[in-house]
């Protein structure tokens, strides 16, 4: 198969066919942020090789894509090499939420790092760019607030969460030595905790949590104090990020924090989440997890600066929508979530 080059001319056969479209790899494609990734990039045009093995991610969030003539998918574990023709590579195959990736640590690693390198080999054979998405993780439990990208971190090597962070610490070494080795186009984003509609009901994150509990008006779990904070970006602004930051010109490698930098309390979280869904659920603690950052919110003046990029949906609207998807997954009786009932 020849590879288009974007906007350009291809052979396909003997005939030659104009392109105004690029060919993208999406893996992780089938997880929160990659389905709505895949469905943004359809519809400005491209064509999508969504590629994902299904360990956190759900068909269900790919199910409208898939009638669509442009979208492919197939079932790939990246920590194995793949051999395709594309013109753009996002790499979000990871699970993100602490209790996935706490799961089976050693395939944590490994997808972070392995499929680093089986990605970064891809772009480069075929000379095209590769977005990483990395993560506020990379901070660990940040001595400094808000967190700049110049800042290296305070992550624990080997705790529980080292799994993740150092994964995909390791991540962006590779990035950077494939930039300076190669000199390949390599875009890095340090993703800030993000939400909305198709995260995983089950996966233990905070908003996805609070909100299923205050639908079934059940205990809010408050883990310690409540007085951690995190800021919390809505899965659309985060998405036109990524597009952004892939499509700048090939010196502009980041990384860059991507985020919403309004901060707020996990308490003031719950209680706006019982505001807003009128829940008669009460509030209970249970004890705070190992490493668990105090603090987070992304300085974002570099992808305001590159990008032109800035948040525009504030947590209550982005929390409205969330729950709304949440209360529709509970009235469809979906197997997952009547597993998880019964359990
Ligand atoms: P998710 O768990 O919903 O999606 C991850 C997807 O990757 C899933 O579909 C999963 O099946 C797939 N996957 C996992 N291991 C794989 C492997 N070895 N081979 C192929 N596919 C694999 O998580 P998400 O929230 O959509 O996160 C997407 C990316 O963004 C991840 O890389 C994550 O680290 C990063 N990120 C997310 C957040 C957040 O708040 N959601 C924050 C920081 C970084
Ligand atoms: N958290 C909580 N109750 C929950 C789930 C999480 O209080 O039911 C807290 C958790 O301890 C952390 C914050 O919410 O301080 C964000 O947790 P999440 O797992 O969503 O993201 P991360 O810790 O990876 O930023």
Redesign the pocket.
């Known amino acids: 198969m020849c590879r288009a080059a974007w906007p350009s001319v291809v052979k396909r056969g003997c005939i030659v066919t104009v392109l105004g479209n690029k060919r993208i790899l999406v893996?992780?494609?089938?997880?929160?942020?990659?389905?709505?990734l895949c469905e943004q990039l359809l519809a400005d045009g491209h064509e999508i090789l969504c590629?994902?093995?299904?360990?956190?991610?759900?068909r269900q969030?790919i199910r409208p894509l898939i009638a669509n003539p442009n979208f492919e998918l197939l079932r790939?574990?990246?920590?194995?090499p793949l051999s395709v023709e594309v013109d753009q590579i996002y790499?979000?195959?990871?699970?993100?939420?602490p209790i996935?990736?706490q799961r089976d640590p050693v395939?944590?690693t490994?997808?972070?790092v392995?499929?680093a390198i089986n990605v970064l080999g891809l772009a480069n054979r075929l000379h095209i760019p590769v977005l990483?998405?990395?993560?506020?993780?990379v901070y660990g439990d940040p001595a400094i607030h808000p967190q700049t990208e110049g800042y290296w971190g305070n992550v624990n090597p080997i705790g529980p969460r080292a799994c993740?962070d150092e994964g995909?610490r390791c991540a962006e070494t590779l990035f950077f030595d494939y930039r300076r080795q190669h000199q390949l186009a390599v875009k890095v984003v340090?993703?800030?905790?993000?939400?909305g509609p198709?995260?995983?009901p089950q996966?233990g994150?905070v908003v996805s949590n609070f909100i299923m509990q205050a639908l079934k008006n059940e205990p809010i779990t408050i883990y310690g104090s409540g007085l951690q904070t995190r800021s919390f970006?809505y899965?659309d602004d985060?998405v036109r990020g990524l597009i952004g930051m892939m499509n700048t010109a090939p010196d502009v490698t980041g990384p860059v924090n991507l985020?919403n930098p309004h901060e707020f309390t996990m308490l003031g979280l719950a209680q706006m989440v019982i505001r807003l869904t009128g829940s008669a659920s009460q509030i209970v603690h249970k004890p705070l997890p190992c490493d668990d950052p105090r603090q987070r919110k992304p300085d974002i003046s570099q992808a305001a600066a590159l990008l032109n990029w800035s948040p525009t949906v504030e947590l209550d609207m982005g929390l409205v929508r969330t729950i709304a998807y949440f209360e529709q997954l509970l009235r469809s009786g979906h197997p997952k979530i009547l597993a998880a009932e019964a359990a």
């Open positions: 893996t992780g494609g089938a997880g929160f942020i990659g389905s709505h590629v994902d093995n299904f360990f956190t991610g759900w969030n790939h574990d990246i920590t194995l790499n979000l195959a990871c699970p993100a939420s996935h990736y395939q944590t490994k997808t972070s392995l499929g990483q998405a990395s993560t506020s993780e993740y995909k340090r993703i800030f905790n993000t939400y198709r995260m995983h996966d994150r970006c899965v985060l985020g």
